[in-house]
């Protein structure tokens, strides 16, 4: 199990100095002045001299490259303050360390994918469970059909009708509060309620996926010989499903439970955006809008790194769920 996990974390450092490698260039290399896009819109000309003296334009990109990486390790020195170690880079716009920014808008993001994952991986899985054991029936059907049906919407559809419908309206749907991000350590129950519409909004599309993804995994387990075989020796069908047949089917369900909650760390943009939510997706928009270029780079590592972790944890699950896959 442990040279499991060293060989995938070896290779899950490998991605991310092509990825870190790959980001630089683009941001660094190919615009024609990058200081003035790290530097933002409202950049006076002695700011600017100073982002090119920071970021060493001059030098050669393998040269600014090496001292990039180099921050994130020792740290960096700055005219406009010092970055310590792990150093992102320096936002001119905000004047402060990338990752400082970071993390003050990490709690929201943590609390909203943490929130809506629970919410969508119980509702996905149980759907998923009773479409399959009633497979062919009436529920069936209707679990299928709306699945379908909700799995073709979009955030940005969903959330400003939730938000016109539920907190808006001053009739009889008036169920909700504006959404807003409160820390869970000062109040938890202003944390739950500010945040539950968008949960719930969030996990729309994600509960349709894992209903269609569950259900179809575990009627293709019930077709297994090993689970054919627990019929014939006269196991109950309860036993049978939950006992050979489900466990089989959670490979597929963890591998894209992984990649989704990965992603969603690194920032759920729309879902932000649309409740005005101060995450790191809404941090990656305002970086676009504002060309901090610092702050926008600083974020994709960021969001790089968490999909790259959760994946060694999905293969962590992996081994544990099938022990033959530590042989791989």
Known sequence: MLRFLLR???????????????????????PRNPALLACGKSCTPDQLAIVERNLGIDDPVPVQYWDYMTGIFAGRDFPAGDCPAPCLGYSFTNNQPVLDTILDRLPTTVSLTLGGAVVFLTLGLAFGML???????????TMSSASLVLS???IY?????????????????????????????EDPGGWFAGLLL????????FTANYTRMA?????????EDHVRTARAKGMSR???FFRYAWRGSLIPVVTIFGIDLGSLFGGAMITEVTFTLPGLGRLAVDSVTQSNLPMLMGVMLFAALMIVLFNILVDACYAL???????A
């Not at 100095?17 to 290399?29: E, H, N, P």
């Not at 559809?157 to 504006?178: R, T």
């Not at 769920?321 to 042989?327: A, F, G, K, S, Y």
């Open 321 to 327: 769920i099938d022990p033959r896959v530590r042989l």
């Open 157 to 185: 559809f969903i959330g400003p009708l939730a938000l016109a419908v539920f907190v808006y309206n001053d009739g009889d749907f008036h169920l909700f509060s504006q959404p807003e991000y409160v820390p869970f350590t």
């Open 152 to 154: 073709s919407l979009q």
């Open 238 to 240: 309860s036993t049978v």
């Open 215 to 223: 259900r179809a995994e575990l009627i293709e387990q019930l077709q």
């Open 198 to 205: 968008p949960w719930l909004v969030l996990s729309t599309i």
């Open 8 to 30: 995938r974390s070896l290779g899950a450092v490998a991605i991310l100095l092509i990825i870190s490698a790959v980001t630089f260039f683009l941001f660094y290399a190919i």
């Open 131 to 141: 479409a399959a054991w009633h497979r062919g029936t009436l529920l069936d059907k």
